[in-house]
């Protein structure tokens, strides 16, 4: 396995209270294939990513139990500078706000062939070539002219295809893509996707796919875990969960999407508010907002149950959630 998460916590000190803001998340993801992390805002999903890549800001967050086993060594066991050598060769990040993620006053293609010059000892004029080479891997139109460009003259499309190179440059074996189409129109998201998708192929990497819109991980991801609460509420491969979800919420977020044989009809949405991490109701988290919810759900938090060997869902009734 090419990195296996094993009941990670990880909380905030704030003004208000202790923030809970991953609780108990496990997953794990092998080389070749997509995990898309599913969630609303809030639900813990870029924070463990943050605690997978090392970079959780610390204070105010902390991981305060759990381990993180990368090709079976534990992550949160390296000391600083291994952690860091690790992080960028043999792992890497794609944030979702390309313009805050790149430096104003660099080139886009100073950017990139820095990595080749700390980590691989390269020269100036040989990590230039490199750059070039790598902005046209990403589809970026004219690269030998546009090296020297900065990030603002570039689309938000164009970005995000350089953000993508840059993830890429030293070819890990996992990336972790937060939110990678954020404020992409559609043609553009789906561009971006394929994209990812066929350099994922060519490169047999890892791939951990953060997202709240299930609609842009259909066609991509092989497995889906769904987060609510810090917690994963629901994982499942990617055509059985669409197909009959086991967990009150994925059905919710399922019912939200568009459809276009609902033409004419109200969308669909969960009614409230997710809880206030630092006061996470007793019993299911998701009780309060849940049609289904009874009594038990308000007193027992339910476990991962074993819906199959390849299914969980943290539902004290999912086999009335899958019948639907």
């Not at 108990?24 to 995990?35: H, P, R």
């Not at 992080?87 to 313009?99: P, S």
């Not at 603002?152 to 890429?168: E, P, T, V, Y």
Request: net charge neutral.
């Amino acid at each position: 396995m090419l990195l296996d998460a094993r009941d990670l916590h990880v909380e905030f000190h704030t003004r208000d209270g202790i923030a809970h803001a991953v609780n108990g998340v496990g997953y794990a993801v092998d080389a070749g294939q997509t995990l898309a992390v599913l969630g609303e805002s809030g639900s813990g999903k870029s924070v463990t990513a943050q605690a997978v890549m090392g970079i959780l800001d610390t204070p105010p967050g902390r991981i305060t139990q759990g381990r993180i086993l990368f090709r079976g060594r534990d992550l949160l066991t390296l000391k600083g500078e291994e952690r860091r050598r690790i992080r960028g060769t043999e792992m890497a990040m794609i944030f979702q706000d390309a313009l805050s993620a790149l430096n104003p006053v660099m080139t886009v293609g100073d950017q990139l062939g820095e990595m080749f010059v700390v980590h691989r000892g390269m020269s100036r004029k040989d990590a230039r070539a490199r750059a070039v080479e790598l902005m046209e891997r990403v589809r970026i139109p004219a690269a030998a002219q546009r090296v020297r460009d900065y990030p603002h003259q570039f689309s938000g499309g164009m970005r995000q295809r350089i953000m993508i190179a840059m993830a890429l440059a030293l070819e890990p074996a996992l990336i972790i893509a937060d939110e990678p189409t954020t404020a992409l129109d559609v043609t553009v998201q789906a561009q971006v996707m394929d994209l990812l998708a066929d350099l994922q192929r060519e490169y047999r990497m890892g791939l951990i796919l953060i997202t709240h819109d299930l609609g842009v991980v259909a066609d991509v991801a092989d497995r889906i875990a769904v987060m609510y609460a810090g917690r994963i509420v629901e994982t499942a491969p990617v055509h059985d969960l669409y197909k009959a979800p086991a967990h009150p919420y994925t059905r919710g977020l399922l019912d939200s999407i568009p459809r276009l044989d609902h033409k004419g009809r109200q969308l669909y949405a969960i009614k409230g508010l997710p809880p206030n991490l630092t006061h996470i109701p007793p019993g299911c988290s998701f009780h309060p907002r849940c049609p289904m919810a009874r009594d038990v759900c308000r007193t027992d938090e339910p476990p991962l149950y074993e819906v199959s060997e390849t299914r969980g869902s943290a539902c004290h009734f999912w086999r009335e959630c899958l019948d639907g």
